[in-house]
């Protein structure tokens, strides 16, 4: 291992550091002190991330479509530890850490459009590994997974968690298929375009995620996309932006609008990472339901996206 790295002070701006592969696998493993690991992450961190990424170079051999791209690996402050250090805080170095959590982004770059492209999701927690696929949304980088069949974790709920072996069986499945899910998704993003909520349907999508986000402070619902202050952030900024607009148009937004809104509230400097891919799967799936129920279907030409996606098919 390169001394360079491994004696590189860690810093987390914002709270949350940026790591590359070679620097998270310089911290100290996460083995138990008989050298074992949890069934529900069977694997070291930076092993997880080079499996995917090797799963995804095997499948570029065959099919010649996945050059991809591994993003920074995000490391909240809060789930570190320091080992055999006695310094200040601040000079601590990468190998003298613990990483309990952390979650990245691989990009699928043949697989993109002018404002988003394919990408694979990983969140790896004290309590296990989630693993999903989705658009990676250029501009803002927000990972939207648009269901919860579009992931897999090894913890959580009984009816939805899988062993990690089953899980990457499920993860070989995502890359195996990425084309034509790539192209369902893009689907789905131009449907969500299609939708436009105005302020009666808005102020109901305010109080139906205020309260889920209530009820789950008794409940611990996985089913909750935000939490309170998620939720308050999510109507700020919403709220914000109309105020914008000026007073002779329509106030509305459409529910593509919404769920980027969300998904950049969805991020470890502002939210518990631990089940970070779930919450994003659930919000996206909230507001596509609401858009089907609240929201007015705008017309398309033959031209549009939508019309031309569906032709390709």
């Not at 004290?126 to 069949?149: A, H, K, P, W």
């Not at 593509?256 to 659930?282: C, F, H, Q, S, Y």
Request: a negative charge.
């Amino acid at each position: 291992m390169n001394a360079e790295i491994q004696n590189k002070v860690l810093t987390f701006p914002n709270g949350v550091a940026r790591l590359t592969e070679q620097e998270l696998a310089a911290t100290i493993l996460t083995e138990d002190i008989s050298g074992k690991l949890p069934k529900s992450r069977p694997i070291e961190h930076f092993e997880l991330i080079r499996s995917v990424v090797d799963t995804i170079n095997m499948h570029d051999k065959i099919n010649n479509i996945a050059n991809c791209t591994v993003e920074e690996i995000l490391v909240p402050q809060r789930s570190v530890k320091r080992i055999r250090w006695t310094g200040p805080k601040d000079e601590c170095p990468i190998k003298n850490y613990i990483i309990d959590r952390f979650i990245t982004k691989i990009n699928i770059n043949s697989l993109s459009d002018s404002e988003s492209n394919f990408a694979i999701a990983i969140n790896f927690s004290e309590s296990g590994i989630q693993i999903g696929y989705g658009l990676n949304v250029t501009i803002c980088s927000n990972m939207t997974i648009f269901n919860r069949d579009h992931m897999f974790s090894t913890f959580g709920e009984k009816d939805f968690r899988v062993p990690f072996e089953k899980g990457m069986e499920l993860m070989q499945s995502y890359i195996e298929n990425m084309t034509n899910s790539w192209r369902k998704i893009e689907k789905t993003k131009y449907e969500l375009k299609q939708y436009e909520l105005h302020e009666d349907s808005l102020r109901m999508i305010y109080g139906t995620l205020m309260k889920m986000a209530v009820n789950n402070t008794y409940s611990d619902s996985s089913r909750t996309p935000l939490n309170i202050n998620q939720s308050t952030e999510f109507i700020r900024k919403i709220e914000s932006s109309l105020k914008t607009q000026p007073v002779e148009e329509d106030m509305s937004f459409t529910a593509w609008d919404l769920v980027n809104v969300g998904t950049n509230i969805l991020k470890p400097e502002t939210a518990d990472t631990r089940n970070l891919l779930m919450n994003n799967a659930n919000l996206v799936d909230f507001i596509y339901e609401m858009a089907l129920i609240e929201g007015d279907k705008m017309s398309i030409t033959e031209d549009h996206p939508l019309v031309l996606a569906e032709h390709a098919d």
